[in-house]
């Protein structure tokens, strides 16, 4: 029968969640505490529904036509998709067989180093990793982790030469500094695998998601960054030689 997923959700025409049209299959469960976080509703492990490679390809395949016109594919998203890493690995296999392109957003959670770990970026065309913050201590306070674990996934995608694009929200008050942006660009700029940052403006849009589970928005009141601030970060990366978009 295969590897059961916990599958939050899908969304079948995405275009934000890399190239092309694209089918977008949410997984259930979630380690970190994001403050700013637009799926609140997937950090539960236990929640989701259970769902087969084979009845998720049957979904896939019927889009086909639009990936194709699109250069779009698939994307394994979240909650976090790493941790569920055998159902990953499985299902983009399945979408290599069909030559569907196939991509992996992550926050790069990763806690051990087994063989599946290389089985299932083997199967991937693209990684989108999160760096939501070099400084450690700001990091654990925006996400509640450290981030030496996803700093460490970076390395190793940049190892194996894995097309790497790195995400970087900027949140007002933790990441819309200079210096912020320029310890992320430095850390980047030897990495040849890392094609772009797509720096992406805090949104409150998962606002409501918070309240309807009954708790508090912990970033209630903050803006989004104003045109100026992406366009100084910008500049930042750029002065590195690293691209960077939004």
């Not at 599946?116 to 450690?136: E, G, P, R, S």
């Not at 201590?137 to 940049?158: C, I, M, T």
Request: charged share 25%; hydrophobic share 40%; aromatic share 10%.
């Amino acid at each position: 029968m295969g590897v059961i997923g916990r599958v939050h959700s899908w969304e079948t025409c995405g275009t934000v969640d890399g190239p092309g049209i694209r089918f977008i299959a949410f997984l259930q469960g979630c380690l970190m505490r994001c403050q700013y976080c637009h799926n609140r509703d997937t950090w539960d492990l236990e929640g989701g529904k259970e769902v087969t490679v084979a009845q998720l390809m049957e979904q896939v395949l019927s889009y086909r036509h639009f990936f194709e016109a699109s250069g779009g594919g698939v994307t394994a998203s979240g909650g976090e998709a790493v941790l569920q890493m055998e159902f990953v690995q499985e299902w983009f296999a399945a979408c290599k067989a069909e030559g569907i392109h196939t991509c992996l957003d992550t926050n790069g959670l990763i806690r051990k180093y087994t063989p599946i770990v290389d089985q299932m970026l083997d199967a991937t065309d693209l990684v989108m990793l999160d760096i939501k913050q070099m400084d450690d201590d700001v990091h654990q306070n925006l996400v509640g982790v450290s981030n030496k674990r996803p700093l460490e996934f970076a390395q190793y995608l940049a190892k194996r030469g894995q097309k790497t694009w790195i995400r970087y929200v900027v949140v007002p008050g933790f990441t819309d500094d200079d210096a912020s942006a320029e310890q992320l660009a430095r850390f980047l700029a030897p990495m040849k695998n890392v094609e772009k940052v797509e720096m992406l403006p805090y949104h409150e849009l998962g606002k409501h998601k918070w309240e309807a589970l009954g708790e508090a928005y912990p970033l209630d009141g903050v803006s989004p960054p104003p045109k100026e601030t992406m366009e100084r970060l910008k500049a930042v990366f750029q002065s590195h030689g690293v691209n960077a978009v939004y």
